[in-house]
């Protein structure tokens, strides 16, 4: 165990740890929004999130912005920030609604059993990942450089980059915006009724369904969110990249406390900072045993998650 | 005729639940559905606020044919049901619950209007605003429901079993509520097994006795009539 290096690097491990914990707690909503209102792990949101990174790049592609393109000028970049978050959000959004509409509603509607809509999950996961892959040629996609990546201050020895920076700053609002919006205006009230207790929704005249879409919506646009934060950080792209994020975000939701969205935050952050302090320590190539080894370890003390309550009775 | 059933059938699985039932509620009227244990009363609730789909038979609101409607749009329509278990949302505040009794609704001035109706009538409720549902008494719960139920401005109110699991004083207390209510123009519909009460109240009665009605009258005649004294009223 390398705790020299450890603790040679630890600013700079912390840096990266909390923004690839802000991607992984993004994405980590989803699982949490949609497990909270049907108690159903929604093994496609991995895939969501894939089609995000696409939507991305294909917007980028729209407006001539290409791979090679100089670095844009600071109000062009602001352009490209927000098309490549439109583009994002909008495939993600279409996915998950497509999921909904294709997989799951037809299930609901007959009353299908709990293993059958896990089974589903897990296809539709396949399927839209598979199908990527072969419209794509399996290529990776390199994406645009919009800014140069600078150290903006320095703490300690942690140098905290602008795109580090970024990441977690946009995480964060977004998740503070998602969370006003559950808690404070009357479609969030909404998802709680539901999410609480279905009949009596249904009595305060609230539409399931129109609930349920809503609820597909806002976790396909934080995937969406995750996926241009994720082009940024990464700088490529491949149709089998779900997989091992939807993973890691899943464990994220787990660990905060699925169906509690700021266990989501938690949750992810968490993750990240264990994933990097682990593979500091023990080797890169052990750092996705380190974080599951944690998950285990943290669910054996708290079986639900560290903030644990369900999104059904999460208040603000 | 408000509200009108024909016929109604519901099952669950193969058992049915209501073997065919017909009865109506006339505009301002208050009408208790009596009856023992498992006689069907919550079904025929649940049936007619629609979270439970009629297997035969018709249901009528205004003459208008609402079988085939879902539980949300009969909101839309004027029914409100206040559930047995009185169903709050557990982990939000007590004006959460009541707006969530307007959800359908935009007329900002008359939700406000029906918001103060419902604190003259329950003052606890005006107290306890930003207390949680999950964390009130047994009675202030039950106002809460009843209160959430009238923010709709509903056509016809649904009571499933108010008096349940209440000390005398507080079923007292909100059967007056309930009478004040009807007086101010609201059509009641009372399921109760409390069937004293029920009766002194109620302008007319229906008995269901497993799955069907038996007798029907006003509800002086009901309490006279020896054989629901004998099973109901605990008069030997």
Same mark, same amino acid.
């Given at each position: 165990m390398n705790f020299e290096f450890l603790f040679a690097n630890i600013g700079d491990l912390t840096v990266t740890g909390l923004s690839q914990g802000a991607i992984y707690a993004l994405i980590a909503l989803g699982y949490t929004l949609v497990y909270g209102l049907?108690?159903?792990? %929604?093994?496609?949101?991995?895939?969501?999130?894939?089609?995000? &990174?696409?939507?991305?790049?294909?917007?980028? #592609?729209?407006? +001539? /912005?290409?791979?090679?393109?100089?670095?844009?000028?600071?109000?062009m970049m602001i352009v490209y920030l927000l098309v490549g978050l439109v583009g994002a959000a909008v495939w993600s959004g279409v996915t998950a609604l497509a999921v909904e509409f294709v997989a799951y509603r037809p299930l609901r509607r007959r009353n299908a059993p709990r293993l059958v809509f896990l089974i589903t999950a897990i296809g539709a996961? /396949?399927?839209?990942?598979?199908?990527?892959?072969?419209? &794509?040629?399996? !290529? !990776?996609?390199g994406m645009p450089d919009l800014f140069k990546t600078t150290t903006l201050v320095t703490i300690g020895d942690a140098h905290i980059t602008n795109l580090d920076l970024g990441v977690i700053v946009a995480a964060i609002v977004m998740m503070v915006v998602l969370d006003q919006f559950i808690n404070r205006t009357r479609l969030g009230r909404g998802i709680r009724a539901v999410a609480q207790d279905s009949? &009596? *929704?249904?009595?305060?005249?609230? %539409?399931?369904?129109?609930? $349920?879409v809503l609820t597909f919506v806002l976790g396909g646009v934080m995937a969406g969110a995750a996926a241009l934060l994720y082009n940024l950080k990464i700088g490529v792209t491949r149709a089998d990249i779900g997989f091992l994020l939807g993973i890691k975000a899943f464990?994220?939701?787990?660990?905060? +406390?699925? =169906?509690?969205?700021?266990? *989501?935050? /938690? =949750?992810? @952050?968490a993750l990240g900072l264990v994933e990097?302090?682990?593979?500091? @320590?023990?080797?890169t190539s052990w750092r996705d045993v380190v974080a599951?080894?944690?998950?285990v370890i943290i669910l054996m003390f708290r079986p639900t998650g560290l903030l644990g309550e369900s999104l059904g009775k999460a208040r603000a | 005729m408000l509200l009108e059933l024909q016929d109604l059938v519901v099952s669950y699985g193969r058992i049915e639940a209501l073997h065919g039932i017909s009865l109506g509620i006339e505009q301002g009227e208050i009408v208790a559905l009596i009856g023992a244990n498992g006689a069907g009363k919550t079904t025929t609730m649940r049936a007619i606020s629609g979270l439970r789909a009629a297997h035969r038979g018709k249901i009528f609101l205004e003459g208008r044919d609402i079988t085939r409607m879902r539980a949300d749009r009969r909101v839309v329509q004027g029914i409100s049901q206040a559930p047995e278990g009185r169903g709050i949302f557990p982990g939000m505040t007590v004006m959460e619950n009541l707006?969530?009794?307007?959800? &359908?609704?935009?007329?900002?001035?008359? $939700? *406000?209007?029906?918001?103060?109706r419902v604190f003259t009538l329950f003052p606890r409720l005006a107290e306890r605003r930003k207390q949680l549902g999950g964390t009130m008494s047994g009675g202030e719960q039950q106002m809460l429901t009843i209160g959430r139920a009238l923010m709709a401005r509903p056509k016809i109110l649904l009571l499933d079993e108010p008096s349940m +699991?209440?000390?005398?004083? @507080? $079923? #007292?207390?909100?059967? *007056?509520?309930?009478k004040e209510i009807n007086g101010q123009g609201t059509t009641v519909l009372l399921v109760e097994q409390n069937a004293q009460q029920a009766l002194s109240l109620a302008h007319r009665a229906y008995v269901l006795e497993t799955g069907s009605i038996v007798r029907s009258g006003t509800g002086e005649e009901l309490l006279a009539d020896p054989a629901v004294q004998e099973a109901y009223l605990g008069v030997a």
């Open positions: 049907l108690k159903l792990i %929604n093994f496609a949101h991995s895939e969501v999130f894939m089609m995000g &990174t696409f939507g991305a790049l294909f917007a980028w #592609q729209l407006v +001539g /912005l290409h791979e090679n393109n100089p670095i844009p000028s600071v109000p996961s /396949l399927a839209i990942s598979e199908a990527v892959g072969i419209a &794509t040629g399996r !290529q !990776q996609f009949d &009596t *929704a249904a009595l305060m005249g609230i %539409n399931k369904n129109r609930v $349920i464990t994220a939701a787990v660990l905060g +406390g699925i =169906g509690n969205l700021r266990g *989501a935050l /938690l =949750g992810g @952050l990097n302090y682990g593979s500091a @320590l023990f080797g599951f080894a944690v998950l | 707006d969530l009794g307007c959800y &359908t609704r935009r007329d900002a001035a008359m $939700i *406000a209007e029906d918001r103060e +699991g209440l000390a005398p004083m @507080l $079923i #007292q207390q909100i059967f *007056a509520i309930i």
